[in-house]
């Protein structure tokens, strides 16, 4: 049989970039995933454990962990749609909306990985030299692009966009995605504006504040006509019933999550003033700190680190930028304690 692979391969395919996930090793302390350390809540653990006998079962709950995320949003089911993480949502995104997309660089990778995997062009252009929005510069841009990506805190810089910036971004009337991630940690929205603007979508996730990243579960806000088209590229059941519980048990106890995003906050401050003493670090507004750690080499500070057992995202170089970057998220108080720790012997 003759058969040549290559004959049956999307073009675009063999030229992208794979996404490599931070490293998790048992008996390392990790923080380089912005994951929230401290677990879900206790009733998020009862109520997968109360309905693990329903395996057998296709998930059954998808009108309901609708409904919730989207009064957790202050709107009715029709603006929601849930997704298998924010991942799958923004794969929904690109498979309804025409391409070319435009982002921010740096910023989060899945937008570009995602928009070429279905074959269109992604555009992007670099942040401001101290990694603030050039918001006028991307205008500009938006107008060779169809799909406009805005990370607001901004992943992996820690950075944040104003509302009316958003505002004149979204008077393009462009298909604009904000993806508010670290909103909990963050605690601005722009969701009120989509009863104003037809073309924003809203990203969240439950991976972060409510530290259900092993179970994905994540969801977008918009207006009701874009979430009918977007139901319709979703893949039935795409929401294992496990998330789908833990999901209505994270929103039933969302006291007892502030409770614990308020421990990462405080100790967020903390990490940066200290971290500051010996670095750059630019102003966290996330569950992370984005650290200029030159003149060592990013490599170097990470495998330093490493030794120690402690875990953290190698940024490196950025093409475009002086420094060199890694991203440290903040962890418990306990693990926080013992990279400030490690980081005073440096």
């Known amino acids: 049989m003759k058969f040549n692979i290559t004959d049956f391969v999307k073009p675009w395919v063999p030229g992208l970039e794979e996404y490599i996930p931070g490293k998790t090793l048992k008996g390392y302390i990790k923080l380089a995933s912005n994951e929230n350390n401290y677990g879900p809540t206790l009733r998020v653990v009862r109520a997968i454990e109360d309905n693990r006998l329903l395996t057998h079962i296709y998930p059954h709950m998808y009108e309901l962990i609708q409904k919730k995320v989207s009064g957790y949003c202050s709107l009715t089911h029709e603006y929601a749609i ?43 252009i670099n942040l401001n030299k101290d990694f603030s929005f050039p918001v006028d510069e991307f205008i500009k841009k938006s107008k060779d692009a169809n799909i406009l990506f805005l990370c607001n805190p901004n992943n992996p810089t820690g950075t944040v966009m104003f509302e009316d910036d958003i505002i004149k971004i979204l008077n393009e009337g462009k298909i604009t995605i904000v993806d508010e991630t670290y909103y909990e940690f963050y605690g601005k929205t722009v969701i009120p504006l989509i009863s104003e603007y037809n073309n924003l979508i809203v990203l969240r996730t439950f991976s972060k504040a409510f530290a259900l990243a092993g179970l994905r579960l994540g969801y977008a806000i918009s207006n009701p006509e874009i979430i009918r088209l977007l139901h319709k590229v979703k893949p039935p059941f795409n929401v294992s019933s496990m998330a789908q519980m833990a999901g209505v048990g994270a929103l039933d106890d969302e006291y007892a999550t502030k409770m614990i995003i308020s421990k990462i906050l405080k100790d967020r401050e903390k990490m940066y003033r200290e971290i500051s003493r010996k670095f750059r670090v630019l102003k966290p507004n996330a569950n992370f700190l984005f650290v200029d750690v030159s003149p060592m080499k990013s490599s170097e500070f990470c495998e330093k680190l490493f030794k120690e057992k402690i875990i953290v995202r190698n940024i490196g170089k950025l093409e475009g930028f002086e420094g060199e970057y890694v991203r440290i998220s903040v962890g418990t108080e306990e693990e926080n304690r013992e990279l400030l720790r490690v980081l005073a012997s440096f």
């Open 82 to 124: 849930v997704g298998n993480g924010s991942d799958e949502i923004l794969d929904m995104i690109l498979k309804v909306f025409k391409g070319p997309a435009l982002g921010f660089y740096p910023s989060f990778a899945g937008y570009k990985l995602f928009t070429k995997i279905l074959g269109e062009n992604y555009l992007e």
